[in-house]
Nanobody, 120 residues
């Protein structure tokens, strides 16, 4: 069982940066592949970025490639999403997710989400 809690969302101007954090509790955090999704009101939850449990492989959605980066701090049981050059279309609720060992498009665990709003 893994519990995920996101933080770091907020309001930022276009072109700015934010770093989201996802604190995980539970056993064997280092063996979970971690990722981020986002969702706008009335829309479906969409994949943003994911990292393998080792951090050796990363998958990034085309819409954020070159701007968003995922990283993790194993001793702190935390995964981060660094978002640079933000655009108004990045406005969404961002969710952290975890899959055991291999990344899955339908992760087993989800956080509660954190709102990111990018003003033009």
């Amino acid at each position: 069982q893994v519990r995920l809690v996101e933080s770091g969302g907020g309001l930022v101007q276009a072109g700015g940066s934010l770093r989201l954090s996802c604190a995980a509790s539970g056993r064997a955090f280092s063996r979970y592949a971690m990722g981020w999704f986002r969702q706008v009101p009335g829309g479906e939850r969409k994949f943003v970025v994911a990292s393998s449990w080792s951090g050796g492989a990363t998958v990034v959605a085309d819409s954020v490639k070159g701007r968003f980066t995922i990283s993790r701090d194993i001793p702190k049981n935390t995964v981060y999403l660094q978002m640079n050059s933000l655009k108004p279309e990045d406005t969404a609720i961002y969710y952290c997710a975890a899959s055991w060992v291999n990344w899955s498009p339908t992760p087993s665990y989800w956080g509660q989400g954190t709102q990111v709003t990018v003003s033009s």
